[in-house]
């Protein structure tokens, strides 16, 4: 016998009473010290030997656990006429989680006495009960001193008897041994706590014991517990891992399921029902064992039968010459054991776990869609364990493996082999064979490996086939390959499930494939060329539509009878409607000479209607708001506005005529044209010199000659996202005209994200290779709007531009105490003249102390006036003084920041004395900085023309990190500075429209002048010699400005859960602002986000590949929307951005639905209450395919829960996203919102048919099928197909008798195209379960 089965044996341990495991999630162990003194009573006799003996007990339970600890035998001596004494000194060591005060340990006095025949016999003398922790499940209070312990007649079984009573105090039954007591201590001891992973749980250890894995005890004490010490750890690796079983893989398990096929009918008492159990999956459990327990949780992998696997995946698998080829199971990653220990006791274990189902299709060996959620059976069939050779290098190890009932370190039952077994008399229950090597210079984990692993294992689809695709090589493993399949879904309160529903939204994810990953023999880890994790997404969103109409004499006729307001030029005459000129056509020096430099662009919306291609599934919204952002300017929401019809339509050519847009009143009415004002809706924005920044005219003209504007529409009742639609700005250029106005029809266009797991093959995921999305783009609507630019003289405003030095010098300031602030006033013959103003009037504080203790009389309130203001003069003569002087040497800049933008400014500093000095630079804001390195100081010279020099190596680091220059006497040196802000400014950007987009009735049109508030920040720069004496000062006034939003994302996402994206940035010359000729080929692209708490950056796949955004965004609670920027720069300094992208992040409640095509699943959801009454109605964004229970508004009581009934039928197989929002229909605001993610399978198809039908119009055509009854009885049955556009019946609903025969009329609409369709005909019973399907191939020709 070995050591570890030696220490096994000799540990077995009795588990808690089931009832206490199931009970609790467990709590951290405590752990204990446990002091055995000596033994004083009456009873004990001079000369006998005693032993004490001690137990774990659950007295809630009468249940004894653990394992029972023994003392050595020791004599009692007494010395008269004290009484008998046994003195032991043994310490106790033990850590439990049962915190309970029923949880008790019981001591035993146990004497060894002699027999007749000269043998000895023990006998119970007495016992006693330790109470381990309080009523409060706390530990009991360590005591200073030593306790006695009363010790009770009898033996613990005692404890056992049905009469005992908890506490001990109530039983009649027990008697106290008088004037005998155990002397002891009982405290917690905290260093057990680093020795967890070695001690089991309820485990009695005596000090003086050994505890594999601990070093020996220092001094003369040999009490290892009391401050243990570990021993040194080696990391040790097995690879080529195979499993053997005989006589063969195909038998053993053949002859295992007949077995268990056998064992589940017996059980159910039930004739074989068509029904099999097969094998799901094959696991092997590895981890490192000390004898008494697993140091850490066994790892768990996947093994795989070698002939699933392609010729030459795996080395050291028997050839094919050898018995039992292709008869192994593999382990196709390696085994990292860092927890392993030179000690005799320490061994690696193994167990061999199998996975069952059942499933109803013979000889099949995967689930069917409805038993994913079904739990497995788990079996374990052998175990083995090794003991690593000390010294010995790399090796092949060959295991037996063992099975039957034996006590293994799984603690599990493990089957074995009948004796009547086809196995014959081969190796008892097969082999184990590894490679295991300790050097760590061949074993060093790559990034290439850890993507492999998280590809394989955590982000492995749920799906229940055996057959699990090998990646190229054997890739490595750090902590094995993780949770397998099943773990994932017999697990249901596991991290797996969580693994599973994060990565569930998969239809902008997926996995590029695995790289070779090549061993490292150095001890720097080598990274390997990156690769994306997630499948990237375009980032170009909607196309912009250049497409006008050219309107008819009959569609102006419609413009005008429709009422909207015209679009006056600067003499008041109505601006006609012009045809766009081609795009990209235009010329900037035309548009920079032109006269007329204020712009006055006019957004008007008319109307909005059905597109003639869209389908009928969704419901045409009855109110629409749009959101949208021009140029700069802050974001705007609109208000509601009401579709109205009118006879006829505003654009020729469509199924379904446009309705006009006309504003609601705040009451739910109208706002009616006829009375209150032309309908449609209005927006003006004046950009003029006065709204501009020095040389901003240029980049705004070109804003509007390469940009678009990308508008949001959102259906006013529901709050959904409708669609989005885009236009070319560039025909609001006026090429030299005075004003210009155009007609615009645009397609108001949503994608669908529909993944389609079952078309993916492993080919399809390999590295290169794009995973299909099955992204379904559908135009639903058209937009009606007039653009319009109407040009406006400006006279030169000097005093209100910046200026355009780059460079800061000390102004001449007026200079002003705080006795005499007042008002400055330039006369016109040039004097400055001061007006003065009351103290009272200026200082507050000196205001308040007037005021106080004022005594009665006006000659004394004289004097005590005066006598306070002398006083406050002296108190603020020091500050005035430090005032005047600061304001002498204190200069200011005014920087206009926008987002991402760096504003770059050079500071001319002075050195004053006529001595050299060493100026500290002190910045009180991160956001302002020095530019240290000489490169980016030249960089943002040349792009401001600046002619200052340039310096090398000026700049010195404290140790604060706060840089200093060197200055000689009278010198003057140009300070860099850099200020760019990277976060969003609320009073900027969350803005939700500007003032003046009121709601009331009569505010149709809205004009707006420069964009918001502003905030202004102060910086303060302090430039300061030694001692902290400062120069010179800079003040820095920030003044925010709006930004241009180029593109807008919006992602619906579970609540609390991570977003990762990939976003594919378009080739670099079609982005706007870049550069034209960039020398060096396709530059790099750098990106920053405006929220520091988002993970955001991109990184080149290598040359000629394009460059991904990657982002990951912690979601909050629904339903936040989370809003953020992406900046994106072509230059590594980052001065100024390309493209700026806005992000929205919509956080919503995710259920998972499995359903079938054509079936009606039922389900709830619990809605709570808020802190008020609400009335409210749930939208969804597929109505056709999801029912709610109630349809109509309904109250939500405060702070109440309430069920919501809803009922999904789809109508397509696959994966499918709906949107389901609870809006509050008095204040339209959304109260709750869900992501429902549907896992829709297709139905059985029993019957097949196939017609032709002319494409292109025509009558349709009539068709006729039959149904018969299967049943004996009369039965109801409905009719739903998946194309309700194409396929009509005559009868929704059918009874027929039992065994009748059903004719069912078909009316099949035509098709515009030519082509192929399939159409489902779902015949469901009275409960709407599909009882058959029939599918209809028709041929458009």
Not at 63 to 74: A, P, Y
Not at 81 to 90: D, G, K, L, V
Not at 1135 to 1151: G, K
Request: one cysteine or more; aromatic letters at 8%.
């Amino acid at each position: 016998m070995g050591e570890w089965d030696r220490v096994f044996r000799q540990h077995l341990p009795l588990p808690p009473h089931p009832q206490r495991g199931r009970a609790r999630p467990p709590p951290r162990s405590a752990a204990f010290r446990c002091a055995l003194k000596y033994l004083h009573g009456a009873a004990l006799s001079q000369g006998a030997e005693y032993q004490l003996r001690l137990s774990l007990f659950d007295a809630t339970y009468h249940h004894f656990f653990g394992r029972t600890w023994r003392s050595s035998w020791r004599a009692a001596s007494a010395a008269p006429p004290r009484s008998a004494r046994a003195t032991f000194n043994e310490v106790v060591y033990f850590h439990t989680s049962l915190n309970h005060p029923g949880i008790a340990a019981v001591v035993e006095v146990v004497k060894r006495a002699g027999k007749g025949d000269g043998s000895s016999q023990h006998l119970s003398c007495g016992f006693g009960i330790m109470p381990l922790f309080h009523g409060g499940s706390e530990v009991t209070d360590p005591a200073t001193e030593d306790r006695a312990l009363k010790l009770y007649h009898g033996t613990p079984r005692a404890l056992l008897h049905p009469r005992f009573q908890d506490p001990v105090e109530k039983n009649k039954y027990m008697t106290v041994m008088e004037k005998s007591h155990l002397q002891y201590g009982l405290k917690s001891h905290q260093p057990l706590e680093a020795i967890f992973h070695l001690l089991p749980e309820n485990l009695l250890i005596s000090g003086l014991q050994t505890v594999p894995g601990l070093l020996p005890a220092r001094g003369d004490t040999g009490d290892c517990l009391q401050k243990p010490r570990l021993m040194k750890t080696v990391t040790c690796y097995l690879e080529r891992l195979f499993i053997q079983l005989y006589p063969s893989l195909e038998e053993f398990e053949e002859e295992l399921l007949d077995l268990l096929n056998s064992d589940r009918l017996l059980q159910a008492n039930s004739a074989p029902d068509g029904e099999e159990v097969v094998v799901r999956e094959r696991r092997l459990h590895v981890g490192v064992h000390n004898g008494l327990r697993f140091v850490q949780a066994p790892q768990v992998a996947v093994l795989v039968p070698v002939a699933e696997l392609s010729p030459g995946r795996c080395q050291g698998v028997p050839s094919s010459g050898a018995r039992g080829a292709g008869q192994a199971l593999v382990l196709r990653s390696r085994i990292q054991l860092s927890e392993m220990v030179p000690h005799p006791a320490f061994r690696v274990c193994f167990q061999l776990e199998y996975v069952f189902c059942s499933t109803g299709r013979a000889g099949g060996k995967a689930l069917s869609g409805s038993a994913r959620s079904e739990a497995a059976d788990m079996r374990s069939v052998r175990w083995a364990v090794w003991s690593p050779v000390p010294g010995t290098g790399d090796t092949d190890v060959i295991l037996p493996l063992r099975g039957g009932a034996r006590r293994g370190p799984c603690q599990a039952l493990v089957y074995q082999t009948p004796p009547s077994s086809r196995q014959g008399k081969h190796v008892e229950s097969g082999t184990v064979q590894f490679h295991v090597s300790t050097d760590s210079e061949e074993h060093l984990v790559t990034a290439a490996e850890i993507l492999c692993k998280d590809r394989d294992e955590l982000k492995k689809p749920p799906t229940p086939s055996l057959k699990v695709p090998a990646p190229r090589r054997v890739p490595v493993s750090p902590r094995g390959p993780g949770l397998s399949v099943s773990q994932l879904v017999a697990s249901p309160q596991s991290t797996g499930q969580t693994l599973q529903q994060e990565g569930g939204i998969t239809h902008l994810e997926a996995d590029l494939g695995s790289p070779d990953a090549e061993h490292c023999a150095s001890d720097q880890l080598q990274a390997l060329p990156f690769t994306p994790l997630q499948l990237p997404m375009a980032a170009v969103g909607l196309q912009a539509c250049s497409s006008h109409v050219s309107v008819s004499r009959a569609a102006l006729a419609r413009l005008h009878a429709a009422g909207f307001p015209d679009i006056l030029d600067l003499n008041q005459e109505p601006v006609e409607i012009s045809e766009p000129v081609e795009l990209g056509s235009f010329n900037l020096r035309l548009e920079e000479a032109d006269p007329l430099q204020g712009n006055e662009i006019v957004l008007q919306f008319l109307a909005f209607g059905r597109d003639a291609q869209d389908s009928v599934e969704g419901l045409w919204p009855r109110t629409v708001f749009l959101t949208f952002q021009f140029y700069r300017f802050p974001p705007v929401t609109t208000p509601r506005l009401q579709l109205v019809s009118m006879d006829g339509g505003l654009a020729t050519g469509l199924a379904v005529p446009a309705q006009l847009l006309v504003r609601v009143n705040e009451d739910g009415t109208l706002t009616m044209w006829c009375l209150a004002g032309p309908p449609g809706l209005q927006l003006k924005y004046m950009v003029d010199p006065a709204f501009l920044r020095p040389g901003e005219q240029s980049w705004f003209l070109r804003y509007l000659a390469e940009h678009s504007l990308q508008v949001d529409v959102w259906d006013g009742d529901s709050l959904l996202h409708f669609g989005s639609a885009a236009i070319k700005l560039e025909p609001l250029l006026r090429q030299g005209q005075t004003s210009v106005r155009t007609y615009h029809e645009l397609e108001v266009a949503t994608a669908e994200y529909e993944p389609d797991g079952t078309v993916l093959g492993r080919e399809a995921l390999r590295h290169g290779a794009l995973r299909p999305l099955g992204v379904r783009v559908a135009v639903r609507g058209r937009l009606h709007l007039c653009l319009a630019n109407i040009g406006h003289p400006c006279e030169e405003t000097p005093g209100q531009l910046p200026s355009h030095s780059c460079i800061v010098t000390a102004a001449d300031s007026t200079v002003t105490t705080p006795g005499g602030r007042g008002y400055s006033l330039n006369t016109p013959g040039g004097r400055r003249t001061v007006w003065a103003r009351r103290l009272v009037d200026v200082d507050n504080e000196l205001e308040a102390a007037l005021r106080s203790r004022r005594p009665e009389g006006w000659p004394k309130q004289r004097a005590w006036d005066l006598q306070v203001i002398d006083s406050y003069r002296d108190h603020i003569k020091g500050e005035s003084i430090y005032q005047m002087l600061s304001q002498a040497i204190t200069a200011t800049r005014t920087v206009h920041a926008v987002l991402g933008t760096a504003e770059f400014f050079e500071f001319a500093l002075k050195n004053p004395y006529s001595v050299q000095h060493t100026v500290t630079i002190e910045v009180d804001h991160p956001e302002l900085s020095v530019i240290l390195d000489p490169r980016e100081w030249r960089h943002f010279k040349e792009l401001t023309k600046s002619v200052t020099p340039v310096e090398e190596d000026m700049f010195h680091l404290r140790e604060d990190l706060k840089p200093q220059v060197y200055l000689r006497p009278s010198e003057t040196v140009h300070i860099p500075f850099k200020y760019q802000t990277f976060s969003a400014d609320p009073a900027v950007v969350a803005a939700q429209g500007p003032a003046g987009l009121g709601t009331g009735a009569n505010e149709n049109t809205h004009s707006f002048g420069k964009s918001g508030a502003k905030q202004t920040k102060l910086i303060q720069v302090s430039f300061q010699v030694s001692r902290g004496k400062p120069i010179a000062l800079l003040r820095v006034k920030v003044e925010p400005q709006p930004h241009v939003v180029d593109q807008t994302f919006r992602f619906y996402h579970p609540e609390l859960t991570f977003l990762k994206k990939t976003i594919r940035l378009p080739p670099w010359h079609t982005l706007p602002g870049t550069p034209v000729g960039m020398p060096g080929g396709q530059p790099e692209m750098f990106v920053r986000c405006s929220d520091p708490d988002i993970i955001c950056e991109t990184k080149s796949l290598g040359p000629g590949e394009p460059q991904d955004i990657f982002l990951k965004v912690a979601g909050g609670p629904s339903p936040q929307i989370k809003k953020f920027f992406v900046a994106i720069y072509t230059d590594a300094w980052l001065a100024a951005p390309v493209q700026i992208w806005q992000f929205y992040l919509h956080s919503l409640q995710r259920l998972d639905v499995a359903c079938t095509a054509g079936q009606l699943t039922r389900l709830s959801l619990l809605l709570r209450g808020t802190a008020a009454p609400r009335r409210v109605r749930a939208f969804t964004s597929h109505p056709q395919e999801l029912e709610v229970d109630p349809s109509g508004a309904f109250l939500l009581p405060a702070n109440g829960i309430q069920d919501l009934y809803i009922g999904v039928r789809p109508r397509r197989a696959g994966s499918k996203f709906i949107y389901l929002n609870l809006v509050d229909v008095e204040s339209h605001q959304l109260v709750s919102s869900w992501l429902l993610c549907l896992s829709c399978r297709q139905p059985l198809i029993s019957k097949a048919f196939e017609i032709s039908l002319p494409a292109g119009g025509g009558k349709g055509c009539n068709k006729r099928i039959t149904y018969t009854n299967p049943y004996p009885s009369p039965r109801l049955y409905f009719l739903c197909t998946n194309r309700p556009d194409l396929l009509q019946f005559k009868e929704d609903s059918f009874e027929v008798a039992g065994g009748e025969v059903y004719t069912i009329g078909l009316r099949f609409a035509p098709s515009q195209t030519v082509g192929e369709e399939e159409i489902l005909i779902h015949i469901n019973d009275h409960e709407d379960k599909n009882e058959e399907t029939f599918c209809v191939k028709v041929l458009y020709q």
